[in-house]
């Protein structure tokens, strides 16, 4: 009788039991429900395959859509329009084209002697060219200048014309200071006799890197600085710088004489210094 009421006690705690079990499995399952539910909202995606999705040129275009990029960030006017011309004009007659395989013809130059001239400037009272004091036409290919082109320059104090082709000097102002013509192509016939003699303000006379066949004496007694250097002057006279019959007469102006880089022996020469304060820089053997 014992047993049988213990048997029966355990077989009513098996039956509770299990009724508890489905009690508590039931939440766990709708648990689960919802943590599953957002894959319904995922619909969008489902025809985008991520995981293999290669970016290419032509695939691009699915991922970020530019036709509508300045409507969504609209920058005003921070990035400026720019307008692009074309590289060159276009020939007005196709015939001026030259044929596939054929050279274009070469341009024909104008001879060195009429390149770029110097022309004179007209004269007048109360012009600019009267008040000018200053020129400087350094490497322009200058190839010749009219006689009178500085001439009427009444107040040109400056002339500075280096690294031309000049093979003559014009006539000067006598108002000139100072006169640079290095790195021509100067020759002793290309001056003037006497070119200098009158230019009684002369001070800076640089004549180097021509083509000179001697000094062009006589100069002005306002001369200080005379530049000769690299041309082809062979020989001088005794009164070149100095009046050899008045032994008193001293040179004191003209401190700054270069003949270095001419085929002249200087030490042939000795009465032709004896009234300078310095000796020329040159070859003396």
């Known amino acids: 009788m014992a047993l ?7 077989a009513w705690v098996g039956i509770a039991s299990l009724c508890l079990g489905a009690t508590w499995a039931v939440p766990a399952k709708k648990e689960r429900k919802k943590v599953e539910k957002p894959k319904a909202d995922l619909v969008l995606y489902e025809n985008l395959d991520l995981d293999n999705y290669d970016v290419t040129l032509d695939s691009y275009g699915d991922i970020m859509d530019l036709n509508n990029y300045e409507e969504l960030y609209d920058y005003g006017d921070l990035v400026p329009k720019i307008e692009v011309g074309t ?77 031309n082709r000049l093979t003559a000097l014009p006539e000067l102002p006598r108002s000139i200071i100072r006169l640079d013509a290095r790195l021509n192509r100067i020759s002793s016939a290309g001056l003037r ?47 070149t710088f100095c009046n050899s019959q008045d032994q008193s007469h001293i040179r004191r102006a003209l401190e700054d004489i270069r003949l270095d880089g ?18 020329p820089t040159g070859r003396f053997l």
């Open 4 to 10: 049988g009421h213990r048997m029966q006690t355990l």
């Open 87 to 163: 590289l060159a004009p276009r020939p007005k007659d196709r015939k001026a084209l030259p044929e596939l395989g054929t050279a274009a013809p070469a341009p024909k130059l104008q001879p060195l002697a009429t390149t770029n001239p110097i022309h004179p400037a007209p004269p007048g009272p109360g012009t600019v060219q009267e008040k000018l004091k200053r020129i400087d036409l350094t490497s322009n290919s200058i190839s010749w200048a009219d006689a009178d082109a500085f001439r009427h320059l009444s107040s040109l104090q400056e002339l500075i014309l280096p690294e």
């Open 193 to 239: 006799p006497e070119a200098f003699q009158d230019l009684k303000q002369l001070q800076f006379l640089h004549l180097s890197d021509n083509q000179l066949d001697y000094i062009p004496a006589p100069l002005p007694e306002s001369l200080r600085s005379l530049h000769l250097q690299n041309n082809n002057i062979q020989t001088m006279h005794e009164d």
């Open 262 to 279: 001419n085929p002249i022996n200087l030490s042939l020469f000795p009465n032709a210094y004896f009234c300078l304060p310095r000796l």
